[in-house]
């Protein structure tokens, strides 16, 4: 059974850094696509990053691009989304998805398009 287990959420000042993970299991961590999205109050959910599986490139929306960063540690099963300068608007929940093989045209920031999601991990940034 697939799971995955966001963490690393909690209240941070701006300007500063925070390291959410997305803990995996179920599944060969790197034959999967992973994203990251983030929904605020009133707001649509959102696509934050997305790698694909098929040749590790992450992309990142052009809100965080540059502050975010996507790493991942195969041993662990774990992907990480180190957020530096965090903006008040970055506050948010977050979520990470999963999808088997890799994504359709390189990218996807359709959350319709991954099958596994995590529960979520709560970022409040205050200014």
């Known amino acids: 059974e697939v799971h995955l287990v966001e963490s690393g959420g909690g209240l941070v000042q701006a300007g500063r850094s925070l390291r959410l993970s997305c803990a995996t299991s179920?599944?060969?961590?790197?034959?999967?696509?992973i994203a990251w999205f983030r929904q605020a109050p009133g707001k649509e959910r959102e696509g934050v990053s997305c790698?694909?599986?098929?040749?590790?490139?992450?992309y990142y929306a052009d809100s965080v691009k540059g502050r975010f960063t996507v790493t991942s540690d195969n041993a662990k099963s774990t992907n990480y989304l180190q957020m530096n300068s965090v903006k008040p608007e970055d506050t948010a929940v977050y979520y990470c998805a999963a999808v088997g093989g890799p994504l359709v045209d390189g990218s996807s920031w359709h959350d319709y398009d991954y099958d596994y999601w995590g529960q979520g991990t709560q970022v409040t940034v205050s200014s």
């Open positions: 790698t694909s599986a098929s040749d590790g490139t992450t």
């Open positions: 179920g599944f060969i961590f790197d034959h999967y696509s």
